[in-house]
């Protein structure tokens, strides 16, 4: 009967108050969504980076007129560092290989290179992809090198691109979190003046502090909980609509964005979208009621 | 069953004590008037026995619990021990005479069918017989009063604590309130009551302890309004 009690008292609560309820179950949804998918972001950004560290080479550049000295100095230097983990050198033979297959499509360009002006190189595969600039600083000043190109620091362009994204959501997360806390705390003040005197008998005839407030937390609770369901659907939306539909070109770029990952965001945003509502709530019939 | 020892309190800002060093002992089912003007502590002294405020200084025991080092979520417990009447009745406008009652059980943990069995006893015995369906508008000063009794007295308590409840009512009605509370002081419930109305103090004869300024200036076993 008291579980009803409560029950009831919640749905009547939002119902009393359903302008300001609305208005804080949209501005906890879109918080909440803000905050899903900054979290999606995050964890593309570092699957991505894995995949396309996982594939990128740190190339040396040798000077034209390298000699063998040089050369097997720089070998031994690249053997023995434990940055890297893998060397393969290429001569200019294989450079002009690789040269024509990549411009294929472009036989101007392959009419006009010949075989003995592109440098000789040595590719590196490093252990730790992200160690490139101490390998580029190590390597720049070496006898016989001519430059040292790093495919990372493009990349590192579009990450930085990415966390900026991840970063403004995040921003736009917590500020409208603070809008939904600032509406849970007046909706909860507004609750509990419309039902004043029910509280003060409550307390006069000595109901329990969990029953006198658990109505009002409950309901914030509710909100929290709607506004989380809402921002799913939009987390949903934005992936059929921006994902597969209008960046759908774009996939090879993007890691993709999987229905489970979307979908395990949703604890995530339910229980922060619950909790921090149920907080507030407690927090302000402390101030409110001093119950 | 209520004992306050040399019971200091100031509020903060106040410039002088709302009670200053005041000891009081009460027995079990006696009747005892508060008297004195406005401001003289009266009502501190209610809200001590609530445990809605503590004394700076001494030590204040209700049914042998000291409320001075009670914790505050032990309040609510100890309040179901304690029945409170007010001038003002503090009924529910939305819930009927019945209701009202029953919501005070309810809140505290009894079922409705506790209710069905013992609210229309409770308000047979405060005289409402019939009115049970009644809203708080439907009911005269002195009927509305009689549900606040009711409310009060429902849980059995030990105590009633009345702070002025004839302070809205003509003598009349007044008297009908006097008699009623005299009734639940006969079952044994201690009854502590703050008023200002000489006329009910002169009639029923009990126990009057006036305050002035915070300080008890005279306890009389079967006083008068003086």
């Known amino acids: ?291 | 069953m209520i004992q306050l020892e040399q019971v200091t309190k100031t509020y903060p800002k106040a410039s002088r004590p709302s009670l200053d060093n005041v000891s009081v002992s009460i027995d079990k089912g006696e009747f005892v008037f508060f008297i004195g003007p406005s401001g003289s502590g009266k009502s501190t002294i209610i809200k001590m026995l609530l445990h809605e405020v503590t004394p700076n200084k001494g030590r204040v025991v209700v049914n042998g619990k000291d409320v001075t080092s009670m914790r505050s979520w032990k309040r609510p417990h100890f309040r179901r021990s304690i029945g409170c009447v007010f001038q003002d009745f503090r009924l529910l406008p939305n819930r009927t005479a019945y209701e009202n009652v029953a919501f005070a059980l309810e809140v505290i943990g009894k079922t409705k069918a506790v209710a069905r069995r013992v609210v229309p006893e409770v308000l047979e015995l405060v005289g409402l017989g019939g009115k049970e369906h009644r809203y708080p508008h439907e009911l005269s000063g002195g009927e509305q009063q009689r549900v606040a009794v009711a409310r009060a007295f429902v849980n059995r308590p030990l105590i009633l604590l009345a702070d002025e409840p004839t302070g809205n009512l003509d003598p009349d009605t007044s008297i009908e309130i006097m008699r009623l509370l005299d009734r639940i002081n006969r079952t044994g419930t201690t009854v502590v009551m703050v008023t200002h109305d000489s006329n009910i103090v002169n009639q029923m004869r009990r126990r009057v302890i006036e305050i002035e300024s915070g300080r008890i200036v005279r306890d009389q076993a079967r006083g008068v309004y003086g």
């Open chain 1, 1 to 291: 009967m008291r579980m009803k009690y409560v029950m009831s008292e919640v749905l009547v609560g939002l119902w009393r108050n359903v302008t300001m309820t609305i208005a804080m179950i949209i501005t906890m949804a879109v918080s909440l969504t803000m905050l899903g998918a900054s979290g999606l972001i995050y964890t593309k950004v570092a699957d991505m980076k894995q995949l396309y560290f996982e594939n990128i080479e740190v190339s040396i550049f040798l000077d034209a007129d390298v000699t063998d000295e040089q050369r097997t100095a720089l070998a031994t230097q690249l053997e023995s560092d434990p940055l890297i983990s893998q060397a393969t050198y290429v001569n200019k033979d294989e450079a002009f290989q690789r040269f024509q297959e990549m411009f294929r499509d472009s036989p101007d360009l392959l009419s006009a290179v010949k075989a003995d002006q592109l440098p000789e190189s040595y590719r590196l595969k490093l252990v730790d992809p992200e160690e490139y600039k101490a390998v580029s600083d190590q390597y720049t000043a070496v006898a016989g090198v001519d430059q040292v190109v790093d495919q990372s620091q493009v990349l590192d362009k579009i990450f930085n691109l990415f966390t900026a994204g991840q970063n403004i959501a995040l921003v736009a997360a917590i500020a409208m979190a603070i809008a939904a806390l600032l509406l849970v705390a007046n909706t909860i003040q507004v609750a509990a003046y419309s039902k004043r005197r029910e509280v003060a008998v409550m307390k006069l005839v000595g109901a329990s502090n969990w029953f006198i407030q658990a109505p009002f937390v409950l309901e914030a609770v509710v909100a929290g909980l709607i506004g989380s369901i809402l921002g799913l659907g939009a987390l949903i939306a934005l992936k059929i609509f921006l994902f597969d539909g209008a960046l759908s070109a774009l996939q090879g770029l993007f890691a993709p964005v999987s229905w489970a990952e979307v979908f395990l965001t949703f604890p995530v945003m339910a229980g922060v979208g619950g909790l921090i509502s149920a907080i507030t709530a407690w927090v302000t019939l402390r101030f409110y009621l001093r119950v």
